[in-house]
Every structure is written in C-alpha cells, then in structure tokens.
C-alpha cells in the first residue's frame, strides 16, 4: 500500500535512513506526533521537512517500558520511498 507523509526529520539512522515525526490533530484538536521510519539511502538533515511517499509496513514491536513493564507498540515504516524536499521560501 503506498501512502503519503510530511515529516520533519527527527533522527538519522546513517547508512540505512531515518526517523521522521508526522504532527496530526485528534478529534478534540488536541495536537500529537507519529513517528515514522524511512528506509532510504538518500542524504537528509535533522530538522529538514521532506513529504515521502513510499510502501507501508507496520510491525509489532515488544520493549521494556521506563516503568520496567513489558510494552508493545505499532512501528510505522515507510520502504522504498520517494522523498520530496520542501522549496526554499527564497
């Protein structure tokens, strides 16, 4: 399934691509992030907006939460993409 994303490139994965924060409003309008990953071998910086474009994958994924109990969650990833930076206001 291909699917479309505006993120913000929040940490770098070097060799492999990185994560992004996708900002979306639930319903009451109250603001959250989803994090995504990008596998990709093109250059990005943090802090650089990019739309992506690519095949969807979601994983579950199991980890030890700061509380020290056990915690899943759903892992958004984003394989063969196409990324589009955003234009230089200038």
């Avoid at 940490?11 to 596998?39: A, C, M, Q």
């Avoid at 579950?60 to 700061?66: A, P, Q, V």
């Amino acid at each position: 399934m291909k699917v479309k994303a505006e993120l913000e490139v929040a940490r770098l994965i070097p060799n492999y691509g990185f994560k992004g924060i996708e900002k979306r409003r639930n319903k009451d309008g109250e603001e959250y992030s989803v994090w995504v990953t990008v596998w990709s071998q093109d250059k990005v910086v943090e802090g650089e907006k990019v739309e992506v474009t690519g095949d969807l994958s979601v994983k579950l994924e199991s980890f030890t939460g700061r509380d020290n109990q056990p915690k899943q969650s759903a892992a958004i990833h984003i394989n063969d993409p196409e990324i589009k930076r955003e234009e230089a206001p200038f």
